[in-house]
């Protein structure tokens, strides 16, 4: 870092995980932008360099912590090069991280990162003032939410500064050139539901529902500034439900609350004595109604109890929002479901997707399993595979088990099931997954879609195709699969556009040579001619 603090810095910032993890990076980018930082791609030379982490699999953080020994490098080469890791490892991990890792200079937890531009300019007034070692305290180089993270039982969460990150969201407009027709918009923050083996309700602390108003007007200035297709994220997306009235700042705004809970689900009367609530479907209503130049709008992640007719309604209603519904099963075993504390049972979880396809034929679902949870016998896992058969999922993520530190799996069961075991179910899972994929894809030859085009793809040299791994699987799917997909599909020569339909299904429309920038961000009608597990070919319906 050879400038002052005033002028321009450059950052290099790379994201880990979940497709909430790429939001607050993208937040953290345009709140720094602000400041007058300059992103880059090069970490070897940015002055500042932040890794924003995910806990979810062991493997994840593998992959961060590597990293933080290559920057470990520079620093001993004399560079002065600001450190930061943020999200949900440094929550999950905390200050020890600073022991175990001393050329780590800051932490900030993802609860927390409206801190971050702070933290930053104070390390680096540090360093400029005392060369390397920084002078500041571990307390002054951490934003952690600590058990702060679950603080609060009331509605109000009025000391949620967390709020003022998304809503300094900047609109910049659309360059047809970034291919960012895609945004994510937060409905809701951190988790109340403990399924057992997961970290997140820790690191990303307590249910917390945004405002409707905050979110609809965010979804406007982004359909305003050119974006196409808007991705809704929480963890359970389908249990937004937001009090009116409950949390008012002194403006009289509405503000972030905590979420009500399973209760509010399992007993209506809790919330209906003369409270106006928005739910998750009148939330979706209202965007599909009010942000009417939004072509699509999605959401992630269902939660599969709870995933009511109401919203269903809705999206059968209404032709911008897509029929496509990720809502992991786990597992299909009732006993393995049951030490999940995932709160259904296969027999609910089947009750649901056939309720999905009464009110939308055309609809695809995808999901999640983890295979060789503890306890999990051959007879578990054969459910698991019997529930795979038994529905049409479109693709599923698989997972091996890795017992997590701050879950109640880690202390409540042995990890018994050999990595060995873990592994061929992992594989025998992906195979029948692959078959099932085959399957779905392939009823759609025949019939016309409508692909958002995403990119443009020109093959001059044949390349190896390479097979999926788990390292390679977001953890939720998205856009960042149409890069995937692309590497793992065969060899071939000329031009392809590439788009998703609005069940999330990548299509590869041969095109002739040229440029088509401009078509990206667009929305064509084609006819499908071919599929395989990963995709669907198609030829346009008419011209691009
Ligand atoms: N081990 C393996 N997979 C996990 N997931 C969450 N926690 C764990 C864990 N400890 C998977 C679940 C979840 C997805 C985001 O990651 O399938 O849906
Ligand atoms: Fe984790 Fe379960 Fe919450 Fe999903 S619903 S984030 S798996 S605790």
Redesign the pocket.
Known sequence: MSDSPSTAPTVYLETFGCQMNELDSELVRGALVTLGYRFIEDWKTADVVLYNTCSVREQAEHKAYSRLGLIGQRKRDGESVVLGVIGCMAERDGKDIFRRYPQVDLLCGPGELDRLPNLIENMRRSMALGEDAPRLSKDARSALAGNKSRRSSTLAAADDNLELLDLSRAFEPVDATTERRSAYVRITRG?????T?????NTRGAEVHRPPDSIVEECRRLADSGVVEITLLG??VNHYRYVHGSAVGSDGAELPQVGPGLNAFRNTAVLSAGVRTTTFAELLSRIHDEVPHLQRIRFL?S?PRDFGADVLEVMRDSPRICNYIHA?A?SGSDRILKLMN?GYTVGEYLEFVDRVFAYLPDATIAGDFIVGFPTETDEDFEATCALVRRVPFKNNYIFKYSARPGTVAIDRFTDDVPLETKKLRNNRLLDLQTEISREVHERWIGREVEVLLEKVRVHNTPRESSSPSEDDAPIHPGSKNVQLLWNRTKPRQGTQLLGRTQGDMIVVIDVPAGDWTASLGTIHRAKVVGASPLLLHANAVSAI
């Open positions: 988790c109340n539901k403990f399924c083996y997961c970290v997140v309700p963890q359970t992640t939660y992991p786990q995932r």
